[in-house]
């Protein structure tokens, strides 16, 4: 089984910093795109940055300039550092990879984590 685990979310006041990070464990071969999502109050859940393999990244028009997403291949996970926050980025942030599991061929799955809550006070 393959699991992701978010953490480093919270409560911080507008202009301020967070840094999420959600690490994948279980049995694990390859990991191919990694993603953050978030999804506000009565909003859709919306793409915000992702991360190849190879460290090509894409952020959403919202969030460019501000936040920026990195991974560590070596300890299976992705960070998303968050600077200059706005109210309007207080959400349910959730992370998302491709990965391919050991023994299970080269077909990789997509997997999510449960999320962490990021509040941004005015």
């Known amino acids: 089984q393959v699991q992701l685990v978010e953490s480093g979310g919270g409560l911080v006041q507008a202009g301020g910093s967070l840094r999420l990070s959600c690490a994948a464990s279980?049995?694990?071969?390859?990991?191919?795109?990694m993603r953050w999502y978030r999804q506000g109050p009565g909003n859709q859940r919306e793409l915000v940055a992702s991360i190849t393999l190879g460290g090509n990244t894409n952020y959403a028009d919202s969030v460019k300039g501000r936040f920026t997403i990195s991974r560590d291949n070596a300890k299976n996970t992705v960070y998303l550092q968050m600077n200059s926050l706005k109210p309007e980025d207080t959400a349910v942030y959730y992370c998302?990879?491709?990965?391919?599991?050991?023994?299970?061929?080269?077909?990789?799955?997509?997997?999510w984590g449960q999320g962490t809550q990021v509040t941004v006070s005015s």
């Open positions: 998302n990879s491709d990965i391919v599991r050991s023994g299970m061929g080269l077909n990789a799955n997509r997997y």
């Open positions: 279980g049995s694990i071969f390859r990991i191919n795109a």
